[in-house]
C-alpha cells in the first residue's frame, strides 16, 4: 500500500511569489492534514480537509489556503511568500477526519526555502 | 494552539542503555502517538494507543496510556544507533471538533 506522497519535495521560491505544494492520501483515506515544521517551533497545525471540506484551521495568515479534491488528493497554498515561510511541509493522512481520534500517516514533507 | 508538555527536550546516551520520555497535559486525551522522525524525513508513527492503562510494545519501543488519560510515555531499551531522531507524542483532546495535538519533540543522540 503506498504512503502518502507529497510532491514536490524541495523548491526554493523568492519572496513575493506563491507557491503549491501537493498531497496524495493513502488509498482508502479521507482526511488530509497540513502541518508546518520549523526547527524553532515545531509541528504547527495548518488546516485538516476532509470530504472536501475544511473542518479545522490553525493560527496561520490568510495566506495559507488549502484544499481537497474529489479524489481526496490535497494542495496547500501559500501566497505572497515571506522570508519566515522556509520550512519543511508536512502532509498527514487519516481514514477519517482526525477529531474522532483516527491516526494520521505522514508523508516526507517539502522542504520550501524562500529567498 | 495548544501544544503537551513533552520531557525531556533532548538526550545523549550511549548505546545499549534504556531511555524514557514522556508527554504530560492538563487536559484529558483519548488517544496518545508516538512517532519519531529521521533527519530530513516525515514523521513515522510508531505506536498509537487508544485505552487508558493501555501498555503496548513494537519490538524494542514500549509506551503507556496513563491511567489519568493525561500523560504517555515511551521506553526505547537498549538503545542501539539507528534511534537517533526526534520522538513526538501527540494526541487527540476528549473535547469537539479538535485537530490532533503535538509535544515538541525530544532529541535523541546515541553515542556509540
Known amino acids: ?115 | 494552539g495548544q501544544q503537551l508538555n513533552q520531557s525531556p527536550q533532548s538526550m545523549f546516551i550511549q548505546e545499549g542503555e534504556d531511555v524514557s520520555m514522556n508527554c504530560t497535559s492538563s487536559s484529558i486525551f483519548n488517544t496518545w502517538l508516538w512517532y519519531k522522525q529521521d533527519p530530513g524525513e516525515g514523521p513515522v508513527l510508531l505506536i498509537a494507543l487508544y485505552k487508558a492503562g493501555e501498555l503496548t510494545s513494537n519490538g524494542r519501543l514500549t509506551a503507556q496510556f496513563g491511567i489519568t488519560r493525561k500523560d504517555s510515555f515511551l521506553n526505547i531499551s537498549a538503545s542501539i544507533p539507528s534511534d537517533v531522531g526526534i520522538y513526538f507524542c501527540a494526541g487527540h483532546r476528549n473535547s469537539g471538533n479538535t485537530p490532533l495535538v503535538f509535544g515538541k519533540g525530544t532529541r535523541l543522540s546515541v553515542i556509540a
Not at chain 1, 84 to 95: F, K, N, T, V, W
Request: hydrophobic share 30%.
Open chain 1, 1 to 115: 500500500k503506498a504512503g502518502v506522497t507529497q510532491t514536490p519535495r524541495y523548491l526554493i521560491k523568492t519572496r513575493g511569489q506563491q507557491v503549491t505544494l501537493s498531497c496524495s492520501p493513502i488509498s482508502g483515506h479521507r482526511s488530509v492534514s497540513w502541518y508546518q515544521q520549523t526547527p524553532g517551533q515545531g509541528l504547527q497545525f495548518l488546516f485538516e480537509y476532509f470530504s472536501e471540506t475544511q473542518r479545522n484551521k490553525g493560527n496561520f495568515p490568510g495566506r495559507f489556503s488549502g484544499r481537497q479534491f474529489s479524489n481526496s488528493r490535497s494542495e496547500m497554498n501559500v501566497s505572497t511568500l515571506e522570508l519566515g515561510d522556509s520550512a519543511l511541509y508536512l502532509c498527514a493522512s487519516s481514514i477519517g477526519d482526525t477529531s474522532s481520534g483516527n491516526t494520521i500517516y505522514f508523508g516526507e514533507g517539502s522542504w520550501l526555502t524562500v529567498v
